[in-house]
């Protein structure tokens, strides 16, 4: 049995490297707009805060939102006001997936570039599709 991130703050990386090996981080960008995998850096906008919603979902808040969780947007993921969004995430051989509850919208990027929007589809099981948890102090 696999075992989803404790709760906790993270990081959360997209296995795939930009086009100049760069490190891609899921991004908060304010309440209801796309959130974004850009460079990886220290800043407080791409650290999340994983919480436990049931046995088998999690919610995640960003750091400088509290009142806010990720959330799908019209086409793409976004923040919104909390009110139970929940994914379900799952660590597969090749890093962690994460989909809906239902486990049928995946998260990923279609371009592994700077500011590419998060979007959802299909588990292609590549790393566009796949996520590492780097806990925070």
Request: charged fraction near 35%; charge should be negative.
């Given at each position: 049995m696999t075992k989803p991130p404790a709760p906790g703050t993270y990081v959360i990386v997209n296995k795939a490297l930009s086009p100049n090996n760069e490190r891609l981080a899921i991004t908060y960008n304010g309440l209801d707009q796309p959130l974004t995998v850009n460079i990886k850096t220290d800043s407080s906008h791409q650290r999340w805060i994983v919480q436990d919603h049931d046995q088998n979902t999690k919610s995640l808040v960003p750091v400088d939102a509290t009142a806010l969780q990720a959330a799908w947007g019209a086409d793409c993921a976004t923040a919104l006001p909390a009110h139970s969004y929940v994914w379900t995430i799952t660590e597969t051989d090749s890093g962690y997936s994460i989909q809906d509850g239902v486990g049928t919208a995946f998260w990923g990027v279609a371009d592994a570039v700077?500011?590419?929007?998060?979007?959802?589809?299909?588990?292609?099981?590549?790393?566009?599709?796949?996520?590492?948890?780097?806990?925070?102090?």
């Open positions: 700077d500011n590419a929007p998060l979007v959802a589809g299909s588990d292609t099981g590549d790393e566009k599709h796949r996520w590492s948890f780097e806990r925070v102090l």
